[in-house]
C-alpha cells in the first residue's frame, strides 16, 4: 500500500524549533517530488514547501522562507522539515504529500498520497 | 505569487443537484490546476490533477474543465458523500497555492 506518515509535530514555545518526518512506503520514493502543506485550524490549506525526487532542488513558501528547511534522504524514504525561529502563526496540522507523478514540484499534476498529518503548537 | 480567486466560498445544494465551483487564476498556468476534497478531520483527497484528469478511483460524476486562468469542477449529480470542502490549487509555479475553499452543504 502506497502510504505517507508524518511525526514530530508537538508542542514548542515561540522561537523554538522543531523536526517534522515523514515516513514513505509502497512507492519508489527518488521518483517523486515531496510536499509539505499545512492547515490552520478550521481554515484553509497552505504550501509550505517542496523537494525535487532527488532532493536538489527545494522551495518554500513565503511565510516560511529563511525559517524552515526542507531535506529528504532517499535511503531511507523518509523526508523532513526543519523548523527555526517558530512563531504563534505557525500553529497548523502539517501535511506530508506525494506528487502524483514525476519528479519536479511544479508540473500540471496535483498530491495524490497524504498523510494523516502531525500537530504543531507554537504557544508559551 | 499566483493569486487563486475561488468561488462560491460555500453554497448548499441537495441530493441530485448538478454544483458548479469555479476558480480563477491571477496568472496564467496552462493546464496546471488541480482539484481536492476535503472531509472534516481528513486529509486533502486528489480528485482532478492536469484540470481535466480524473483521479483513479474518483467518481465519474465529478469533472473538471478550463485552460489558462479560469476552471470549473463540476458535480453532475450530487450524492451524499459529496458533501465536503472543495479546493483549487496550481501547479504551475512556486510557491504553490491553493483556493480558499468552497463548502457544499446540505440544502
Not at chain 1, 80 to 90: G, K
Not at chain 1, 115 to 121: D, F
Request: glycine share 12%.
Amino acid at each position: 500500500e502506497v502510504q505517507v506518515l508524518e511525526s514530530g509535530g508537538g508542542l514548542v514555545q515561540p522561537g523554538g524549533s522543531l523536526r517534522l518526518s515523514c515516513a514513505a512506503s509502497g512507492f519508489t520514493f527518488d521518483t517523486y517530488a515531496m510536499s509539505w502543506v499545512r492547515q490552520f485550524t478550521g481554515q484553509g490549506l497552505e504550501w509550505v514547501s517542496g523537494i525535487s525526487g532527488s532532493g536538489g532542488n527545494t522551495f518554500y513558501g513565503d511565510s516560511v522562507k529563511g525559517r524552515f528547511t526542507i531535506s529528504r534522504d532517499n535511503s531511507k524514504n523518509t523526508m523532513y522539515l526543519q523548523m527555526n525561529s517558530l512563531r504563534a502563526e505557525d500553529t497548523a496540522i502539517y501535511y506530508c504529500a506525494k506528487k502524483a507523478v514525476g519528479k519536479t514540484v511544479t508540473d500540471p499534476y496535483g498530491l495524490d498520497v497524504w498523510g494523516q498529518g502531525t500537530t504543531v503548537t507554537v504557544s508559551s | 505569487d499566483i493569486q487563486m480567486t475561488q468561488s462560491p466560498s460555500s453554497l448548499s445544494a441537495s441530493v441530485g443537484d448538478r454544483v458548479t465551483v469555479t476558480c480563477r487564476t491571477s496568472h496564467y498556468i496552462s493546464n496546471y490546476l488541480n482539484w481536492y476534497q476535503q472531509k472534516p478531520g481528513k486529509a486533502p483527497k486528489l480528485l482532478i490533477s492536469a484540470a481535466t484528469s480524473l483521479e483513479s478511483g474518483a467518481p465519474s460524476r465529478f469533472s473538471g474543465s478550463g485552460s489558462g486562468t479560469d476552471f470549473t469542477l463540476t458535480i453532475s449529480s450530487l450524492q451524499p458523500e459529496d458533501f465536503a470542502t472543495y479546493y483549487c490549487q496550481q501547479s504551475y509555479s512556486t510557491p504553490l497555492t491553493f483556493g480558499g475553499g468552497t463548502k457544499v452543504g446540505i440544502k
